[in-house]
């Protein structure tokens, strides 16, 4: 529980799930979340070993987050919840 737990946590998996994505877009799919609330949940996920950053050389700079075998486990967790929500709310 300590993985998923946080307002935005599940957010963010549930749009990895569905393959890389690059901070600009997590930020736009995820209406509301500030950029450094956004920054210290990706840092959080990232030290539990559940995605990894990529950062490309490039100007301006490009970081790419993608699930490891571990987040993408969590899978069946978001999708049980986003079930249960759909469900009863």
Avoid: C, H, N
Avoid at 18 to 25: H, K, L, N, Q
């Amino acid at each position: 529980m300590a993985v998923i737990e946080g307002k935005w946590t599940t957010l963010i998996l549930r749009d990895l799930l569905s393959g890389t994505r690059r901070f600009g877009e997590l930020r736009s799919s995820l209406s509301g979340i500030s950029p450094k609330t956004l920054t210290d949940r990706l840092r959080d996920l990232e030290a539990q070993g559940v995605l990894t950053r990529q950062v490309f050389p490039e100007i301006p700079p490009r970081v790419e987050y993608t699930l490891t075998d571990k987040g993408r486990a969590l899978g069946s967790v978001v999708r049980a919840l986003a079930e249960w929500g759909a469900k009863w709310t």
